[in-house]
């Protein structure tokens, strides 16, 4: 069993940054790909950003490159996203997930979520 928890989310104007944090307990998750999702309201859960176990390789959306990073802390078993420039579109839940197989960008590659954490970028 993996536990999954995200923080760091927030209102935010367009321009502006805000760091997720998502922790990670149970299984060793520092041997596994993690990744952030999001979903806006009406939509369905988009994959964001993903990074290899050892934090080495990293995969973004193109609506993110440039703005968004990826990183991990395996000592502190926690995963970070960087959102610099954000964007009213950007408002959205965002997901932590551990990677299970499969595609990293999509939803049904990932077995355990966190409960998300609201980011709204005010125009």
């Known amino acids: 069993q993996v536990q999954v928890v995200e923080s760091g989310g927030g209102l935010v104007q367009a321009g502006g940054s805000l760091r997720l944090s998502c922790s990670a307990s149970?299984?060793?998750?520092?041997?596994?790909?993690m990744a952030w999702f999001r979903q806006a309201p009406g939509k369905e859960r988009e994959f964001v950003a993903a990074?290899?176990?050892?934090?080495?390789?990293?995969y973004y959306a193109d609506s993110v490159k440039g703005r968004f990073t990826i990183s991990r802390d395996n000592a502190k078993k926690a995963v970070y996203l960087q959102m610099n420039s954000l964007k009213p579109e950007d408002t959205a839940i965002y997901y932590c997930?551990?990677?299970?197989?499969?595609?990293?960008?999509?939803?049904?590659?990932?077995?355990?979520w966190g409960q998300g954490t609201q980011v709204t970028v005010s125009s």
């Open positions: 990074a290899s176990w050892s934090g080495a390789t990293t």
């Open positions: 149970g299984r060793t998750p520092s041997i596994y790909a």
């Open positions: 997930g551990s990677y299970r197989s499969g595609s990293y960008y999509r939803k049904s590659s990932y077995d355990y």
